[in-house]
């Protein structure tokens, strides 16, 4: 089992910055835990952002993000971070930490498929 809440969203002007943070409790060790970051906009299917291996130290990031966006991942405090840099009007949406349960060696995951427990979401606004 694993709970997940999100923070950091908000209101930013485009060409700014946000981090989001994802801190993760329930029974099931943080290092048992493969992570990701996805998206959703208004009237879009959600999207996949970032992934992260279960120690943390294998990344992967969509195009879109690309150069841009940061994903970490903190097994000593439980922690997932997203650090978006130069965001767009695009970059718009709710973005949701994920969490897959006991990933096999140090793979990366890109469905929301693949993912087992998700936060709430925050709400991240990009303006122009």
């Known amino acids: 089992q694993a709970q997940l809440v999100e923070s950091g969203g908000g209101l930013v002007q485009a060409g700014g910055s946000l981090r989001l943070s994802c801190a993760a409790s329930?029974?099931?060790?943080?290092?048992?835990?493969?992570m990701g970051w996805f998206r959703q906009a208004p009237g879009k299917e959600r999207e996949f952002v970032a992934a992260?291996?279960?120690?943390?130290?294998?990344?992967a990031h969509a195009d879109s993000v690309k150069g841009r966006f940061t994903s970490s991942k903190d097994n000593a405090k439980n922690m997932v971070y997203l650090q978006m840099n130069s965001l767009k009007p695009e970059d718009t949406a709710v973005y949701y930490c994920?969490?897959?349960?006991?990933?096999?060696?140090?793979?990366?995951?890109?469905?929301?498929?693949?993912?087992?427990?998700w936060g709430q979401g925050t709400q991240v606004t990009v303006s122009s």
């Open positions: 992260m291996d279960w120690t943390g130290s294998q990344t």
């Open positions: 994920a969490a897959k349960l006991f990933p096999p060696g140090r793979t990366l995951w890109y469905s929301i498929n693949d993912y087992d427990y």
């Open positions: 329930g029974r099931t060790p943080f290092t048992n835990l493969a």
